[in-house]
């Protein structure tokens, strides 16, 4: 009996799809995967030095090559396996993906356009900026906002944790969130008035350095304000003394809250689909006991990609002999006016070092807080990546200083990462495959190493929900295999993302694919590829696609952008 029009396509899809179903039942035992939500975690592998060379008008330089550069660890040259130059900012082309039978319209290229590409989140030191410093830094900061491009998000972030925004392009969020910052003291007591006022600094030099000179200032400060007699020094040092261990205490706990919002601020941009930049606007602060831990931030930052560039909030700061008239008069002017400048170049040389350390810039000295601003909201037009590798290195925890300099004497300065900490383990391959992986799902870089096509699917159960299918179609005859017991082995990774309007990673799947394919598998039943699929459940919106696959035995990586449009 001959099948009506309707029918003979109905049949005819079901006979496909037996096939297909034949075809996987099949080669089930030679193609195997698993499916997990996507997670990471960062881990050291090689040692990469970010680099920007400028010339004398400080304008960076982008045409200089892998033998321009030398570059020694603790005096030692080293060779440089690992060169590249970016130009941060460079928008990746975003490809519309094939939206399925239950779609509209393809994304316009409006559409298309609106996806961000810039991340920029500004970090309030409110713990440590007074009052006056806050409010011009923060009138700056709402000027520089209010030219937000529409491929640019920002986010506004507080050391104290009180004040927080994440990434927007709303202007009046953004302005609303800077007019609610203000100093927030962790003690909660007014600086400046005590007695004996002792500083961060001055307690660091008293406790941890015993510098004799600096007790001696701070205890003829105490007998003044005390109103104690020569005979009473003792008395007078014992206060110091007891002054000066609450001041560590708070000094301490101050910059380790600091320093773990920072670290939290990294970890959130890091996962920011694009340019990733943070800008630190402070008057820097002290960290003693926490070298390992600014290593440490700085290495996370570099392998994220993440660029900090740094605002010393004071502008071009003066000191006034006897301190101001919030502060009481110092017994001792000449030596407290020396230690309070010390202090200040001490506290903005971590500022200089996150920058220098991660390819940034450290405004200073200069009170048009607005123009720095201006040139800190976007990364350097050009970014050197040194990477090599130490040879007969010992997992011992110690520091190594860098330092990277130019082929031949020139006029042209360079800014460079100033050390690192080796660390205390070997490093696990399969957790720099998994870090490699994640370096790629969250930028726009698109890679063409392995045979892989972007192809997404969407279907709506309800009108509040989705459900999206991000299809990876890999030919992978053109794969490399390692041959045991006559069959072709290779392991697959492969991630999908997707993005919200804002950038914001929404949901993942990371599937694994173990292949152990016969020749004859390999040769007559995959000329057409194999298709790998993940599904995720969404709200209706617009959404930036990623997809990244690896493989493992030729450690080659392909990385492809695509849109998605669910009304």
């Keep these: 009996m001959p099948f009506s029009q309707t029918g003979d396509c109905r049949v005819l899809r079901y006979f496909l799809l037996y096939l297909v179903a034949a075809a996987q039942t099949a080669n089930s035992q030679e193609i195997q995967s698993t499916e997990n939500p996507a997670t990471f975690k960062a881990r050291v592998n090689l040692v990469l030095v970010p680099v920007v060379v400028r010339d004398s008008q400080g304008r960076a330089i982008g045409d200089l090559r892998k033998e321009n550069f030398h570059l020694f660890d603790k005096g030692k040259p080293q060779e440089i396996v690992k060169f590249s130059v970016e130009k941060p900012g460079g928008r990746a082309a975003v490809q519309p993906t094939n939206p399925g039978t239950d779609a509209t319209d393809k994304p316009t290229a409006a559409e298309l356009a609106a996806f961000p590409e810039r991340f920029t989140a500004y970090l309030f030191d409110d713990i440590h900026l007074q009052f006056s410093d806050l409010a011009r830094i923060r009138d700056a900061a709402s000027r520089n906002l209010a030219s937000l491009e ?16 994440d990434f927007t392009d709303d202007r009046a969020k953004l302005n609303e969130t800077l007019l609610r910052l203000q100093p927030r003291s962790v003690s909660g007591l007014p600086t400046g008035m005590e007695c004996p006022n002792i500083t961060y600094y001055m307690a660091d030099l008293i406790q941890n350095k015993n510098d004799p000179q600096a007790l001696q200032a701070a205890a003829a400060d105490a007998m003044a304000c005390l109103n104690l007699s020569g005979a009473q020094i003792n008395v007078a040092q014992q206060a110091v003394r007891m002054a000066a261990s609450r001041a560590l205490t708070e000094g ?25 930049t943070i800008v630190i606007l402070s008057p820097g602060f002290l960290t003693p006991f926490a070298e390992q831990d600014k290593t440490e931030l ?15 909030a004071r502008g071009l700061y003066a000191f006034v002999p006897g301190g101001d008239a919030s502060q009481r008069m110092s017994a001792a002017p000449a030596l407290t006016m020396r230690y309070e400048s010390d202090a200040a170049l001490v506290e903005a040389d971590l500022l200089a070092e996150m920058a220098d ?16 601003l201006r040139r800190l909201a976007s990364a350097p037009e050009y970014v050197y990546t040194l990477g090599f590798s130490p040879q007969n290195l010992k997992l011992d925890g110690s520091f190594h200083r860098l330092k990277v300099t130019l082929e031949k004497p020139t006029k042209l300065s360079v800014q460079a990462r100033r050390g690192y900490f080796v660390p205390r383990h070997a490093v696990d391959p399969v957790e720099t495959a998994k870090q ?6 969250f930028s726009r870089e698109e890679m063409a190493d392995l045979p892989v ?56 799947i990371e599937k694994r694919v173990a292949m152990h ?43 492809q952008n695509g849109a998605l449009e669910i009304p």
């Design 150 to 165: 529409t491929t640019s998000r920002a986010a506004i972030f507080s050391t104290s944790g009180r004040t927080m925004l």
């Design 252 to 276: 301490e706990t101050e910059s380790r809250i600091a320093l773990g919002v920072l670290k939290d601020v990294i970890r959130r941009i890091s996962v920011m689909p694009g340019q990733r």
């Design 298 to 312: 700085i290495d996370r930052a570099i392998r994220t990609n993440v660029i900090i560039n740094a605002v010393d």
């Design 357 to 372: 350390g991660t390819g940034g810039t450290f405004f200073h000295n200069d009170n048009d807080l607005r123009e720095g």
């Design 436 to 441: 490699e992986i994640q370096e790629a799902l």
């Design 453 to 508: 096509e972007l192809h997404t699917q969407f279907f709506k159960p309800a009108s509040d929900s989705a459900k999206v299918t991000v299809v990876a179609r890999v030919d992978v005859r053109q794969l490399k295999y390692r041959k045991s017991e006559g069959l072709n082995h290779n392991e697959l990774t492969i991630v999908s993302a997707l993005f919200d309007r804002n950038g914001n990673f929404i949901t993942g």
């Design 517 to 559: 394919l016969r020749d004859e598998t390999l040769e007559n039943k995959l000329r057409s590829g194999v298709t790998f699929k993940s599904n995720m459940d969404v709200k209706p919106g617009s959404y930036l696609v990623r997809l990244v696959v690896r493989d493992t035995e030729g450690q080659m990586m392909s990385a």
